[in-house]
């Protein structure tokens, strides 16, 4: 292990950081298996299985919004061993929908990822309103923009704020 991939898995063990921050310093370091490892190591039981998936389907928007499709796809095949081999289901909406994610992402298949996209708001709603909108807006900005080459939308404000501007 390298000296950068041992600050990264340092940053993951401190409590007082934002786990969102520290997904993508881990994205950035393209460290897919150190990321698993401290997933699977610290999310053991039936709730926390649910802050599993949602762990999870950030740590696939963050790579993914890198650009990242290698180190998403080898995610995701070493979490699901490591899931199976730990007996837990791997067969949640959240999971399922990061598999069709990384499907479409593969493909240019624009209107199946907007189909995609909106198929999975519901299972989105997490009750914390910041790790929500951290997925949203990556799915919406970064991925819908490089994969997909579709615009973010644009708050009217800002856009006439630009026009004014230019």
């Not at 921050?21 to 401290?38: N, S």
Request: glycine share 4%.
């Amino acid at each position: 292990m390298n000296a950068d991939k041992f600050i990264l898995i340092s940053i993951l063990k401190l409590p007082t950081l934002n786990i969102t921050y520290c997904l993508l310093i881990i994205a950035l370091g393209e460290a897919p298996e150190e990321l698993c490892d401290r997933i699977t190591d610290t999310f053991m039981t039936g709730k926390m299985l649910i802050e599993r998936d949602r762990i999870f389907t950030t740590a696939i928007c963050h790579f993914l919004a890198l650009e990242n499709l290698r180190d998403a796809n080898r995610f995701m095949t070493i979490f699901k061993q490591a899931q199976e081999a730990k007996g837990h289901n791997i067969d949640t909406k959240l999971i399922i929908f990061c598999e069709q994610l990384l499907q479409v992402c593969r493909r240019d298949a624009t209107e199946l990822f907007k189909k995609l996209v909106n198929s999975v708001k519901p299972a989105m709603r997490w009750g914390d309103e910041e790790k929500e909108k951290v997925v949203s807006d990556l799915l919406t900005g970064p991925i819908g923009l490089k994969f997909f080459n579709i615009q973010p939308k644009v708050n009217p404000m800002m856009q006439m704020m630009q026009r004014l501007l230019s």
